[in-house]
């Protein structure tokens, strides 16, 4: 029952990093790992799937064996997250959201772009 329930998650995980490839506000990299990472405990064949995806795969990859992100990953995230923070901005969310998301994406910009570049 935890290995199915395991799996539903990491397929949920897989869903959302595809929408989150379409949709600025949703990050893509994070549910990607977190879908490997949930595979590795309930589907080794999905897992291999993962791994040798042609748009997944390299991401994956990189971080696992060697803890780097692309730039080229880097820059696509800063400028979705600048998206992001216009977006918010132009619909003029309250500021009651407002800090808590920029906070959010500040501490995801700090993050990653504190990450080595290269293996």
């Given at each position: ?10 397929w ?10 379409f ?7 994070p ?34 064996n ?51 570049s290269?293996?």
């Open positions: 029952m935890l290995r199915l329930f395991t799996m539903l998650m990491a949920l995980a897989v869903v959302l990093g595809t929408i989150g490839i949709l600025p506000l949703l990050p893509t990299t549910f990607i790992l977190l879908a490997v990472m949930l595979f590795s405990r309930s589907s080794p064949r999905f897992e291999a799937w993962l791994h040798n995806h042609p748009r997944f795969g390299p991401l994956i990859n990189d971080w696992r060697h803890g780097v992100v692309s730039v080229k990953a880097k820059c696509s995230a800063t400028i979705m997250v600048g998206f992001s923070l216009g977006l918010m901005l132009w619909m003029k969310l309250p500021q009651l959201a407002m800090w808590p998301a920029i906070a959010c994406l500040a501490a995801v910009m700090i993050f990653l772009w504190t990450r080595p290269q293996k």
